[in-house]
C-alpha cells in the first residue's frame, strides 16, 4: 500500500516539476546565490530515464535537468524522499546517485571531466529532517585535518528543502509556496485537511485573480490534490466552489469541465485502443482457423497441426469447434 502511494506521488512530483516553468520558479527561490547567478535557468532540459538503481528506488524518485553551469555542461537533479521520516544514510545514497551520473556521462560521452551535478532533496516526511547535508559536518575529525590532508576526503554536500519546516499564512505566501504547501498536506492531512487547505487557496487566488502566474499555480495545486488524493473528487472541488468568491467559483467550474472533456478523450483513446486490439486479435484468430481449415482439409493429424500452428491441443480444438459451427449446412 505504501509503495502505491509513493508511485502516485512519484507521477504527479515528475509531471509538476517536469515543467520547465515551474522547476525555474523553484530553482529561483531555493537555490543559493552562489549557485544560482552560474546557472543559466533558460537552458534547463529535463533528461529521460532515471538515475536511480534498484538499490534506491525505495529511498527516492529522481528529475534530472541538464543545464548550463558556470558556462559549461551540467546537472540539477531534484530527489523526491519517499521516507516519512529523516534518514541518517541519505547523505551517502545522494553521493552514490552523484556517482551513477558521472560514471554514465563519461561512457555515453567519453567525458575526461565528470560535470557538475548539483543535488536538491526534496523531503515530506512529518517530522522535520535533523541529519547533516555536508558529509564533512557528520566527520568529527575532519576540522583538525590539514588543508593537505582534507585532499584525501570525498566531501560534498545537498541542498534540501523541508517541506515539513513550511509554516506560512497562505494569504501572504508566493505562488511556489502554494505549490509546495499544498504537497505537503495532501501527503500528511486528511480529506478534511486537505479541503480545509485548498478553501485557503481559493480565498487567497480570490484576490490575486488577476495575476496570471498566481492563478497558473492555484489550477497546478488543484489538479495535483486530484490526482494524488485518491478520496478528493471533482464534486468536492464543486462544493468549496459554492463557498468562495465568484472568481474562485469560476476557476473551479472551468477546471472540472477541463477535467471532464480529458476524461472524455482519455476514455475515447482507450477504446480506440481496446477496439484495434481486439481487431488485431480477431484478425490473427481468423488467420490462424484458415490454416487449420487448410490443414484438415490435407487430413493432417492434430499432432502436426499443433507443431504447425505453435497452438496448445485445447485452442486447436475451440478453433475446430468454431470452424464447425459456420460450416454451412
Known sequence: MENSISQIHDKMFKEVFGNHKIAADFLKAYLPECLSKDVYLNSLE????????????????????????????????????HKSYPDRNTIYQIQKYIIEIWVKAEKENSRKSPPMVIP???????????????????????????????????????LIVDLSEMDLDIRTATAMQLLLRIMRDVRQLDR?????????????????HEDNKFTYYVEVCLRYVLGVKNDF???????????????????????????????????????????????????????????????????LKAEDIVKLTGLTMEELDEIKRDIAQIKPS
Open 233 to 299: 473528487t471533482s464534486e468536492d472541488l464543486l462544493s468549496i466552489a459554492n463557498q468562495v468568491s465568484k472568481e474562485g467559483s469560476e476557476l473551479i467550474m472551468t477546471l472540472a469541465e477541463q477535467l471532464r472533456q480529458e476524461g472524455l478523450q482519455q476514455g475515447l483513446q482507450q477504446g480506440l485502443q481496446q477496439g484495434l486490439q481486439q481487431g488485431l486479435q480477431q484478425g490473427q484468430f481468423e488467420a490462424t482457423a484458415k490454416i487449420v481449415r487448410n490443414a484438415l482439409s490435407m487430413n
Open 120 to 158: 536538491i532533496l526534496i523531503y515530506n516526511g512529518r517530522k522535520r529532517w535533523n541529519y547533516e547535508t555536508s558529509i564533512n559536518e557528520r566527520m568529527d575529525w575532519y576540522s583538525n585535518l590539514s588543508e593537505d590532508q582534507k585532499k584525501f576526503v570525498p566531501a560534498y554536500e545537498y
Open 192 to 208: 478534511n485537511g486537505v479541503m480545509a487547505s485548498i478553501h485557503e487557496i481559493m480565498v487567497a487566488y480570490s484576490k490575486k
Open 46 to 81: 529535463v533528461q529521460k530515464g532515471s538515475f536511480i538503481t534498484q538499490e534506491l528506488k525505495e529511498v527516492f524518485t529522481d528529475l534530472l535537468f541538464k543545464a548550463n553551469i558556470n558556462d559549461g555542461d551540467g546537472y540539477i537533479c531534484f530527489l523526491f524522499e
